[in-house]
């Protein structure tokens, strides 16, 4: 039962980041590649622990 809530938090946190990222990719007036910079950024902040 502890697994699946731990699996459904990181989820939830992963879902987050990503509706973030999103965010301010559309805000953001880059080039596709500026924008696609920022959303590996994003998801990879979870990887150093931030």
Do not use: H, K
């Not at 509706?19 to 920022?38: D, F, H, K, N």
Request: cysteine-free; aromatic content about 6%.
């Amino acid at each position: 039962m502890g697994t699946l809530i731990a699996a459904g938090l990181v989820l939830a946190e992963f879902s987050a980041r990503l509706i973030i990222a999103g965010v301010i990719i559309v805000r953001s007036r880059g080039t596709p590649a500026t924008r696609l910079a920022w959303l590996v950024v994003i998801l990879a902040l979870p990887v150093f622990g931030i």
